[in-house]
């Protein structure tokens, strides 16, 4: 079966979480990759270690913009007469997996969280991550958008062969004004680590604590949602049923109490530590490492602890 | 202007998720609908303040049943003028689009406003979809959004962080937390919901390109391990050595 899958390589590199998409292509066919921009020749080709046998690159197109990538993939696909279309679930990958969707009439499982089962279902997450779902695609041509972190991925022998690509992409409806970087190295959604904090810390003054053992780790900081909305964090750090919903390795939650709604956004994370003084506090419940305790003593000396262990190693 | 936003309803937040008929059904017994925050709390409310600030009419569309129309007269509480409703299931998120796009084609909108996703089946795809459909520019996760004349200034998240864009009308717009703050309605808006116009509308023949065969719940968490907040080294000794994730 001919796969094709779509990246972002936009800001020139390889991101995990496309590995990832390209790593689940090859586990279903015969995987060609498509992107756009000005990336390496050398850094294309390193995605045969993760499966992929071709990479088709778009140099002359240099946007983001839905519509025009929703037709390179388009064009991407009747050339290699792709079945199956994956995507990350990345920003990008959203809204160009749906508008590829749409134009091709092929249905769209959207956040697999794991290989299409033998049946030919895939295993997506529903109600925020309280459940799981099987979804079956009705038609011929599938697309597939994976949720990042969810499979583990390995790197074998290979090189891709790359070829330029071009295609008639139309024009971009959305012009791009200006880019505002995010600060800090580690973003959110892709974190494999993440230092996340609530209304137990008390003031925005008092974040240190958090950033310092975000950055002994290599962590993503992140929030609770009362701490986003009064300003204390930036939006995007807001995890929960209404805002980010993350799996990432490690999830460690200081002065979060663990109502539903904030479980919702976490719990597919594989370990989660929870540091609360209240003994009877809900997060416990949900947690793999309990520290019953101040945050305001405990991170510090984690911190601490981290720094001692990654001198040793 | 004339706006139009997707309302959807999702199941309260603090709902249990259960299945029945052999994992193959949401169980609704028991379950408070309420609108989708995303659809509610951002899109509708953003659109509304366009309205008061330009003139114009703020519209709602939801593809539901009869059983939705408390959750639509909500949103006609907060202050849309009227509101449409395809008379059908939402089958799959290609089916509502269909539904959507259809209606908005014959309805000279300047702006199609959904919500981010759902928090049921967290799709995010209507959005794109009824872009496509329509052949408009999309703008995904918007946090704010002016409009000056036909053309709009939205600032859209990316990956690892905000872009600002311009963009003309007619397009279709996603929002994401930040476009606007919630409102909760008054007994006024209320009582004026009750008659404020809702037009049921026949669906478009159209099929659902996919289904959920079954469902399950995570299996539950094994007992939490306590560690003294004294000893915080076994801790990162049990992170490095048990559970090997740093
Ligand atoms: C429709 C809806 C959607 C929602 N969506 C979300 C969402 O997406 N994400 C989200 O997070 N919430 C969401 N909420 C809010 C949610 O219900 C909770 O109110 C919120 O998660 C609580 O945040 P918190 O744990 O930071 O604060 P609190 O509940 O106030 O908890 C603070 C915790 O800190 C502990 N604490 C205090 N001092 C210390 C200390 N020194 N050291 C250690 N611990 C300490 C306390 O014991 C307490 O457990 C939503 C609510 C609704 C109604």
């Keep these: 079966m001919s796969v094709l899958v779509y990246i972002d390589t936009l800001n020139g590199s390889i991101a995990k979480n496309a590995m990832e998409a390209v790593y689940y292509g090859s586990k279903i066919g015969s995987t060609t990759v498509v992107t756009n921009g000005t990336i390496d020749e050398g850094a294309l080709a390193e995605l045969g270690k993760y499966g992929a046998q071709k990479v088709l690159i778009h140099r002359g197109l240099s946007s983001n913009d839905s519509s025009q990538l929703t037709n390179l993939v388009v064009a991407a696909a009747e050339a290699v007469s792709a079945e199956t279309i994956v995507f990350s679930l990345d920003l990008t990958g959203r809204s160009v997996a749906s508008r590829v969707s749409a134009k091709l009439k092929a249905g769209l499982v959207v956040g697999a969280i794991d290989l299409p089962a033998a049946d030919g279902t895939v295993k997506v997450n529903v109600f925020s991550g309280k459940a799981y779902g099987n979804v079956k695609v009705n038609t011929a041509k599938k697309v597939i958008a994976i949720t990042p972190n969810s499979i583990g991925i390995e790197a074998a022998d290979g090189s891709a062969s790359v070829e330029e690509f071009s295609a008639d992409c139309g024009t971009a409806g959305i012009r791009v004004k200006e880019v505002q970087k995010q600060e800090g190295d580690v973003l959110l959604p892709e974190a494999e680590l993440v230092v996340s904090a609530g209304r137990g810390l008390k003031g925005p003054e008092n974040w240190g604590i958090v950033e310092d053992l975000a950055k002994v780790l290599g962590a993503a900081t992140a929030c609770s949602r009362p701490v986003s909305d009064i300003g204390w964090r930036p939006h995007h750090e807001h995890v929960g049923q209404t805002g980010l919903a993350i799996r990432p390795n490690l999830y460690i939650a200081a002065g979060i109490s663990g109502a539903i709604q904030h479980l919702a956004g976490v719990n597919g994370s594989k370990v989660i530590v929870v540091i609360n003084t209240d003994p009877e506090a809900p997060f416990f419940k949900a947690a793999d490492y309990g520290i019953v305790g101040d945050a305001f003593e405990v991170l510090p000396k984690l911190t601490e602890e981290i720094q001692k262990l990654k001198a040793q190693n | ?246």
């Design chain 2, 1 to 246: 202007m004339k706006l139009l936003v997707c309302i959807s309803k999702s199941p309260d937040t603090t709902s249990k998720i259960e299945f029945t008929d052999n994992n193959t059904k949401f169980n609704e017994g028991g379950v408070q609908y309420i609108v989708n925050p995303y659809d509610e709390w951002y899109a509708l409310v953003r659109a509304l303040e366009l309205k008061e600030t330009l003139g114009g009419s703020v519209t709602t569309i939801t593809v539901g049943t009869a059983a939705d129309e408390p959750v639509i007269r909500k949103a006609l509480a907060i202050g849309a003028d009227n509101a449409v409703r395809i008379d059908s299931e939402a089958k799959d998120a290609y089916y509502t689009a269909y539904q959507i796009a259809e209606y908005a084609k014959s309805g000279d909108f300047d702006m199609v406003l959904c919500g981010k996703e759902t928090i049921n089946y967290n799709g995010s795809q209507v959005g794109g979809m009824v872009a496509e459909l329509m052949g408009l520019p999309f703008v995904s996760l918007a946090t704010k959004l002016e409009v000056d004349g036909a053309t709009a200034t939205v600032h859209k998240e990316m990956s690892g962080g905000v872009e600002v864009v311009e963009v003309n009308t007619p397009f279709v717009l996603s929002a994401a937390k930040g476009m606007a703050e919630q409102r909760i309605p008054n007994m006024r808006g209320i009582m004026a919901a009750r008659t404020k116009p809702l037009e049921v509308v026949a669906p478009a023949d159209c099929d659902a390109l996919v289904s959920f065969e079954s469902y399950a719940l995570p299996d539950a968490k094994t007992d939490c391990k306590y560690v003294d907040a004294g000893n915080i080294a076994e801790l990162v000794d049990l992170l490095h050595n048990e559970a090997k994730v740093i």
